[in-house]
């Protein structure tokens, strides 16, 4: 039956084979063993070697009369929970009792049987084993149900329900579920889902409960005492593999185990996440565990694979922008076009020839008539600009920084496309701030609404605890009439909507970070990434221009929308949690100290 | 108000004038194609001037059905200083731009080439607002002025402050407003268009209003008081000889057999015990005996001319003739020139009904040719203009005085600004049928007052006396 180990490597004893078992999560494995293992109901340890990888954990260990190796040793079995490698890289198995180390290394050829193989070896050698709660034990796992392709949920009583909207996979093996639940006896011990050789456990710290008044009606009659809330949103990590059947294992308080399979897996894409963040309401403290551990980790996922392939556009040139801008304008276009048309229209009367414009049309379906529009824009206003095309939609940070990549100007301002100038020179103006003051790495500009009311006159933090504590970006004194000051002012942040600041130092901080989902909190998180630098955010009162906030974007926030918010504005609070936010500002009044420290010194 | 370097003197300053300026006359369709009262006037006044020996030329756009020359933008069909453009885009008739890439690097070339001293345009749309920056890059030295015909600029309901639900006159525009006469654009929309449309007007040098109501009304949008001036339009041409000719009121053509088509005698009922709609008709003394018998009192005829539309008030007009025979007068008769067909059906029906129930006083002889105008309004006492909409200048109020004839409007806007009550006309309630009804019988029953109106009618300003008021405001602007 098995060869002899090498002689030159000290064993005591032999795996002759070893599957991974994905519906037992764990190994099975059968050999021999040293005589002088102490066969007791007590668990060893056990240390499973695959090259540099180690599985470690408790072992279930039977031995059993093994003819061929009477002298030395006698047979065992063994199962070991625990997580599944390749099985090729095997080595050695070792378990270790009262101290001791027993080394069983891996027979040549390996066998190494399929899982249903293995289950069958195993129950078949196990039955000549003696009698003992670890035999028990180890049958009673082999007996278990396997999945055999079909759903056997219905055959289980007390019954439960359990059906699937949708799977999304969150790239590359995670899986985002949506359905609802229902256990009217409360019958139900725990809730695996399974891909291959993989297993998670769905706990409850994975699951969002969503209402779902329509399944609760519907059985309503049948049970009673169910709630609203039978609806979930789960999120299960690493668990996907392609080509495998993806699948919930159900199983009773008696140990009784049921199969639902997962029809369908999505591919990612926005659509998805949109599907994802949609008919959901979370508030207070149900926010940072939803965004924690279902939410976050999945929307994230999703948006990265989204971005993987670095985005394919083309350029047109109106006009001849200068070769060497001051500044760089990059206006994102998503939607209407005619903000071009009227953007550049008040440009050619507010902007001097020596910035360049650069629009980055982030909407591929209006691609003709942006160019037809573009055509007749220089004809009527004669302003050069700079008109990039982007092959698909990719939303505002990944559009802003395609424009980054192609500006040629000393500053770069970021601009909406519902920001109109209201002053002449207003360009100008908060180049002239930059220029007078290095430190300053963000200038702002003062922006009112079409009521000439403020919209933006710098940015503050604040906690909403609705919103689970976590810091948003509020515009202080937003609706109210501006006051007539003209100053340039420090601000903890300001608005993307119109955002200028050195092109040495966009770049350096990567432009806009493009975890963020469609268009929020970047802005604030580059102004912060400048900060972190040393630099600060000001905002010049004079530079005036009118921001018809959100035009672009539609009216009436649907529930996705503002869910995305929250996805992102969750983003920001691990990027900046409230602690770096107060150190940030703590360093820079210190700085500020220092600073009038050393001009009294000077003086 | 018109505090401006363009208050007109009145007198003619200048009979011996040494070079007229050169002016480039636009409208937005060229009068060889169209015929509206904005094309009427740019025409007249580029033939004016160049009938006094000025240097003019005339650009007007090309209609659907014009020859196009396959990648001509500008041609030539009329003459050597006749210009027609073919816009080749669609209008954007929101913010008035003209998205056509050819137009601004045609008209700026053209305005390069003619140098003209005043670029004279009667209108914007079609050619877009843009055109002024075009035409200030093509000759800096050129004064751009533009006559404004309505409310166009101000108001997204074609030019006419009327709500779009209600009709009911609109004082005033606000983006609150405006976006709820239009709830597929949203308040920002009408501050994006309103600044857009202000930024381009900003190269005009002078706009010409023939209204102080219009003037006013423009004022209070934005335009700078100093750029307003009010002025009349150019006179309609006139058929053959008789152009721009004062007729004497006393000289009355020959009658003329006229189209009848509705008439439904009716029983004449007496004047007593009438209620008009809830309001009481008062008549004047010993009016009520003559007004019942109508038999010692000459018959009145007043005449409508123009479009048979809501905004000119033609139910307005079809209902005080009913409550005319409801009060008894019947020497009186209302005669009305002009056209439903291009009516929207519902209109159509509602005028056919009218027509259809109209008593004996109203006489419908349909559509009119304009060189008979002068003939047909010999032929009536007194013009009602019942419009229902503020009204600019409108143009049968000239040609009425040319006749000599006395006019009866509603007391808004610009016609009521043209008309001074008890002088040359008399105002009514405006879409008060009860309050025309009112002013007609008392005319029916006082002979002696329409006569007053008919001598205090003076005759409308020649077209060179217009031309001359015209030259005297290009003259400031040259020299602003």
Known sequence: ?603 | MMDAPYELHGEPVRAMRPSLPSVLVMTHSHPKLTRGGAEISAFTLFRELRARGGKAWLLGCSSPKSEVRLGATLTQPYGPDDYVYHPNAAFDYFKFANPDPQFPKVIEELVAELKPDIVHSHHFVRFGVEMFAAIRRGWPKTRIVLSLHEYLAICNHHGQMMKTKTFRLCEKDSYAACAACFPQHGERDFFLRKRYLQMFFDDVDLFISPSHFLAERFRNWGLPASKLAVLENMPPERDGSTADAWVPPAVLPPPVEVAKLAFKPKPSRTASAKRLGGDEVSLADGAEDAAATGAALPSLNFGFFGQMSPLKGITVLMDAARRLTDLGIRNVVIEIYGDYSSQPLEFQKVVEEALEEAGENVVFHGAYDNSQVNTLMQRIDAMIIPSTWWENSPVVIQEAFTNGKPVICSNIGGMAEKITHGVNGLHFEVSRPASLAEVLADLATNPGKLASLTAGVRPPPTAQEVLEQHLELYDRVIAV
């Open chain 1, 1 to 603: 039956m098995s060869m002899m180990p090498p002689a030159t490597q000290s064993t005591h004893g032999c795996i002759d084979f070893l599957s991974y078992s994905a519906s037992l999560d764990g190994w099975l494995a059968g050999g021999w063993i040293d005589l002088s293992w102490d066969d007791r109901d007590e668990p060893p340890a056990y240390i499973l070697e695959f090259g540099e990888t180690k599985v470690e954990g408790e072992a279930v260990v039977c031995v059993f009369p093994r003819p061929d190796v009477r002298k030395i040793g006698v047979g065992v079995l063994l199962f070991m929970p625990g997580v599944s490698q390749r099985a090729d890289a095997f080595q050695d198995a070792i378990l270790i009792r009262d101290g001791r180390r027993f080394r069983l290394t891996a027979s040549e050829p390996l066998d190494r049987p399929t899982e249903f193989e293995a289950i069958a070896r195993t129950k078949s050698l196990i039955s000549s084993a003696m009698r003992s709660s670890r035999r028990a034990h180890l049958l009673r796992l082999l007996n278990r149900p396997t999945f055999a392709g079909h759903d056997t949920l219905d055959t289980l009583q007390p019954p439960v329900f359990l059906e699937l909207d949708a799977a999304c996979l969150c790239p590359p093996a995670g899986l985002l579920l949506r359905g609802w639940f229902i256990d009217p006896f409360r019958s139900v011990a725990s809730i695996r889902i399974r891909c291959g050789a993989e297993s998670r456990l769905l706990d409850t710290d994975h699951w969002i409960r969503i209402p779902r008044a329509d399944v609760r009606q519907g059985f309503s009659k049948q049970f009673g005492g169910l709630i609203d809330e039978c609806g979930f949103l789960a999120f299960v990590g690493d668990v996907y593999s392609p080509g495998e059947t993806v699948y919930f294992e159900v199983q009773g308080r008696l140990g009784d185990v049921a199969f639902k399979r997962v029809a369908q897996v999505r591919s990612a894409g926005v659509d998805t996440i949109k599907e994802t963040l949609s008919n959901l309401e979370l508030r207070y403290d149900e926010l940072a565990r939803g965004y924690d551990h279902v939410l976050g980790p999945a929307v994230a996922a999703m948006n990265d694979f989204r971005l993987m392939e670095a985005v394919d556009y083309k350029e047109m040139t109106f006009g001849d922008s200068p070769a060497h801008p001051r500044c760089s304008i990059i206006v994102p276009l998503y939607g209407r076009i005619d903000f071009m048309e009227l953007q550049l229209a008040f440009f050619s009367r507010t902007l001097g020839r020596h910035h360049e414009i650069i629009y980055v049309l982030d909407d591929p379906t209006i691609l003709r008539a942006t160019e037809a529009l573009a055509t007749s824009c220089i004809a009527r206003f004669r302003l050069p600009f700079r008109l990039v095309t982007l092959a698909s939609n990719v939303g505002y940070a990944p559009a802003n920084n395609v424009g980054l990549k192609l500006a040629r100007g000393d500053y770069v301002c970021f601009l909406n496309s519902d920001v109109f100038p209201k002053t002449p020179g207003w360009l100008d103006s908060m180049v002239a701030v930059a220029d007078a003051r290095p430190e300053v790495g963000v200038v702002g500009a003062m922006l009112v609404f079409e009521d000439e009311t403020v919209q933006h006159e710098g940015v503050a933090f604040e906690v909403l605890p609705e919103f689970a504590g976590w810091n948003f970006s509020l515009h202080p004194r937003k609706g109210r009439y501006p006051s007539e000051d003209e100053s340039v002012q420090e601000v903890e942040a300001v608005t993307g909507a119109c955002l200028m600041m050195p092109m040495a130092l966009a770049r350096e901080v990567g432009g806009f970070d493009e975890g963020y989902v469609i268009g929020d909190f970047e802005d604030v998180d580059l102004c912060l990434k400048a900060r972190e630098r040393g630099r600060i955010c000001v905002v010049d009162r004079s530079a005036r221009l009118y921001h018809l906030e959100r035009q672009s974007q539609g009216g009436q926030q649907s529930s996705w929308r503002l869910n995305l918010t929250l996805y992102n504005a969750w983003r920001f609070q691990k990027r900046w949690p409230p602690a770096a936010l107060e150190q940030l500002a703590q360093g820079e009044s210190e700085g500020r100290a220092k600073k009038a420290e050393l001009a009294g010194a000077a003086e």
